[in-house]
Structures are given as C-alpha cells and as structure tokens.
T-cell receptor, first 115, second 112 residues
Framework: GAGVSQTPSNKVTEKGKYVELRCDPI?????LYWYRQSLGQGPEFLIY????????DSGLPNDRFFAVRPEGSVSTLKIQRTERGDSAVYLC?????????????FGPGTRLTVL | DAKTTQPPSMDCAEGRAANLPCNHS???????VYWYRQIHSQGPQYIIH???NNETNEMASLIITEDRKSSTLILPHATLRDTAVYYC?????????????FGKGTKLSVKP
C-alpha cells in the first residue's frame, strides 16, 4: 500500500522567505509526527499530532515554526522568515496509535535549503 | 539527550552476521528497546523492539542482557542493502509521549 509521502522532495529558498512542507500520512493513521534531521545527526522531534490537535509541540525550536493538521490527515509544516540554520531534512511519520505499540512509518523527507 | 550509547561506525562482510551493540544503562523498568535503521536518503524504518526477552522477526534478532543495561541487534546474514545507520532507542511502551528520541546511531557498512 501507499506509504507516507512528502512534498516537495527538495525546496530551495532564500533567507527570510516563508515555506510550507506537506505530509500525506498513511490512510487511517491517527498520529502524525514531524522531525528535523541535520547532516550527520539523528532525527530531532518537532511536533506530534493526535487527530487534528497538536498533542506535543515541545520540539518546535521557536515561534517561526508552526504546523497544522486541519482534517486529521494531511499536515503542513510552516516556517516563517527562514534562516540558514533551518536547512535540514524534514521528516514526517505516521502511526496507528490504536494499540500500545505504535510503529512509526516515515516518509522520505523534504530537503530544505535556505540560501 | 538520547538515553543510549552506540559505536559511531562498524563494518561487516557480506553474508556474515552483523552484531550492533547498544548501551542503555539508565533504562527504566517500563521502557522498551527499539531499533530503527535509516538507509541513505530515506526515512527511518522500524526493525524490532523488546522489553527483556530476546526477540526475533524476519529482519533481525534482539538480544537484551538480563540487567537490561545493554542490547545487541543481530542481522544474521548481512547484505549490501543492510548498509545504513542503525538507531537504538529506549521508550516507554504505550506512553503518552509520542516522539522517538534518536541519537547519532551506528553507521553499518556491509562490504562485499
């Protein structure tokens, strides 16, 4: 079946610009996660949605970062006034979260480059 | 910070077993050990998880020491496609916290 998809696969922007990154989770998965991965590091948690609401946004680095999931499926990560330090691969994952064990299925990521 | 310690890199010959160690000396009684791997330019992929008993699935085996302070992921017959970064993660099973806390992992290189 279809896995988690993310668009675009690559995004190049200029410092100060606004970007939106999209995540399409696996159909029926109620939980959705955003992570950020810098070169040579493991993924770093940003935000977790259960349904439409953000259950945990403690990983968002500052108020320039915002994410939504209005209908409980597709999610958009929004970054305002981008900075060069925001350059990274942004990963999205989803899980069923119906049982205690929620294997997270990851998308291929969006590589964001801020010039 | 990640609660696990892994060697930064390992090599393995194709067809041989790959044994990837992980130290988690501060693991709590309700925390499980999870393993994910990340092949180059892909998102992480779940491999296996366990509490205290050894576990095996179609991908790998997980051996957890009796004191639960360390574990070993075993790929019984490594192939070139197993070249990836392997992450060992400890996490409460069914907890309210949803996220995974990744360290830097072990970069496994399988060589012909």
């Amino acid at each position: 079946g279809a896995g988690v998809s993310q668009t675009p696969s690559n995004k190049v922007t200029e410092k100060g610009k606004y970007v939106e990154l999209r995540c399409d989770p696996i159909s029926g998965h109620t939980a959705l996660y955003w992570y950020r991965q810098s070169l040579g590091q493991g993924p770093e948690f940003l935000i977790y949605f259960q349904g439409t609401g953000a259950a945990d946004d403690s990983g968002l680095p500052n108020d320039r970062f915002f994410a939504v999931r209005p209908e409980g499926s597709v999610s958009t990560l929004k970054i305002q006034r981008t900075e060069r330090g925001d350059s990274a691969v942004y990963l999205c994952a989803s899980s069923l979260r119906k049982t205690s064990f929620d294997e997270q299925f990851f998308g291929p990521g969006t590589r964001l480059t801020v010039l | 910070d990640a609660k696990t310690t892994q060697p930064p890199s390992m090599d393995c010959a194709e067809g041989r077993a790959a044994n990837l160690p992980c130290n988690h000396s501060t693991i709590s009684g309700n925390e499980y050990v999870y393993w994910y791997r990340q092949i180059h330019s892909q998102g992480p992929q779940y491999i296996i998880h366990g509490l205290k008993n050894n576990e095996t699935n179609e991908m790998a085996s997980l051996i957890i020491t009796e004191d639960r302070k360390s574990s070993t992921l075993i790929l019984p017959h490594a192939t070139l496609r197993d070249t990836a970064v392997y992450y060992c993660i400890v996490r409460v099973y069914g907890g309210s916290q949803g996220n995974l806390i990744f360290g830097k992992g072990t970069k496994l290189s399988v060589k012909p």
